[in-house]
């Protein structure tokens, strides 16, 4: 069973539903959630916030956060998290923001860098990823550990 079916079936045993929130991964992981035939039983929602307006206007996110810290910060992506928890009406929120590359990187926050934040019943929590490869091998991974931090949160 892969991710998105294991995350579909935890979510239905326990009837919840979830939303996303996404940045870097541009709509992927809304995607894989509804590659699946009977999603609309838990997936409710994914929002595409590429902009720091948009996780501004659609998620609620402080701008004094943005400046203070930038789009790839952990307390950006809990505010987005956040944000579409108060916002959706769902149990469970994911927000995804980060460095895909091949551009766009510093030393401060390197292409592949990737901050993960989910929110729910368990409360919100983030984690900083640091991934390897193209901008393609970027995303993919972080698709699979925003799955991988939910299931966790599931049990």
Not at 76 to 98: D, N, Y
Request: hydrophobic fraction near 50%; aromatic fraction near 6%; glycine fraction near 12%.
């Amino acid at each position: 069973m892969n991710q998105a079916a294991a995350v579909a079936a935890r979510l239905l045993e326990r009837r919840e539903w979830l939303a996303v929130a996404e940045s870097c991964t541009g709509g992927l992981i809304a995607a894989a959630c509804t590659d699946l035939p009977g999603s609309s039983a838990w997936f409710e929602c994914g929002l595409v916030s590429y902009s720091n307006r948009a996780k501004q206007a659609l998620l609620g996110v402080p701008q004094a956060l943005l400046d203070a810290h930038g789009a790839v910060s952990e307390p950006v992506v809990l505010a987005m998290a956040e944000g579409l928890l108060r916002r959706a009406p769902v149990q469970h929120a994911i927000a995804v923001s980060g460095i895909a590359g091949p551009g766009g990187g510093t030393a401060q926050k390197p292409v592949g860098s990737v901050w993960i934040a989910w929110a729910g019943p368990y409360g919100s929590e983030a984690r900083q990823f640091h991934f390897a490869g193209d901008r393609t091998a970027v995303r993919a991974q972080a698709v699979m550990a925003a799955f991988d931090g939910l299931l966790q949160r599931l049990g």
